[in-house]
């Protein structure tokens, strides 16, 4: 089973499909709202499993949205240890340990800073066994996480370009049946490899030690 989390990210950079998959598809999924995001699902219409944040910033209207339409609300301090995106993906794994798949929204297109503890989200230690079940979306990329190991990609409909960043120090990167291809590189800093386009609709790399992040974008 699939979770979708949406956090407070501009709506202008969901996903073009998103709302219609959300409205069309709900029951489907697991929906977790983190503070705004749990406001903008209750706005179309969905029944958060679980809302979670502080709603420091949400009127009174939309904190009785929250209140009458999710399932379970956990309240957070203001002031706390995790990003509410951090407290979603815990919480999520904590009351829906069935989720194979963590899909977030709502995580790009807002604050740098914001933008930055969602991609570097799965380098904490109690988040990196959920590296490979966690993936950011927006309208013009996807994002997923790799531990060591050998991977086959699929080409996503309309992604044009793929990149492949360590986001560690990362040893024995190959990528195979890309456009540009590496053998046994080594990194020893964080680095974007940028650009890189599939040669047919699958691809594989693989890489021994580190941790990956890899996106498919288009422009």
């Known amino acids: 089973m699939e979770a979708n989390i949406l956090v407070g990210g501009p709506k202008q950079f969901w996903p073009t499909n998103f709302e219609q998959v959300a409205t069309e598809h709900a029951q489907d999924f697991i929906w977790v709202g983190a503070d705004q995001g749990a406001v903008a699902l209750c706005e179309l219409g969905i029944s958060p499993n679980l809302a979670i944040g502080d709603f420091d910033s949400a009127s009174s ?7 009458v339409r999710a399932q379970k609300i956990i309240s957070a301090r203001s002031e706390k240890d995790y990003t509410d995106t951090q407290l979603a993906v815990l919480m999520t794994e904590k009351y829906f340990p069935q989720v194979d798949k963590i899909n977030i929204y709502g995580a790009t297109g807002g604050r740098l800073d914001h933008l930055l503890a969602n991609i570097f989200l799965v380098l904490g230690p109690e988040f990196e066994h959920l590296a490979t079940k966690v993936r950011l ?56 490899l940028a650009s890189n386009e599939f040669m047919e609709e699958k691809a594989h790399f693989a890489f021994s030690e580190g941790v990956v992040c890899v996106i498919q974008s288009r422009d």
């Open 61 to 67: 209207r939309d904190q009785f949205l929250v209140q």
């Open 137 to 192: 979306f927006d309208y013009q990329n996807s994002v997923s996480f790799y531990l060591p190991g050998e991977y086959q990609l699929l080409k996503e409909a309309q992604m044009t370009y793929l990149a492949f960043i360590p986001l560690t120090a990362v040893k024995n990167l190959n990528l195979f049946n890309t456009k540009y291809r590496l053998a046994k590189a080594e990194f020893d800093r964080p680095i974007s």
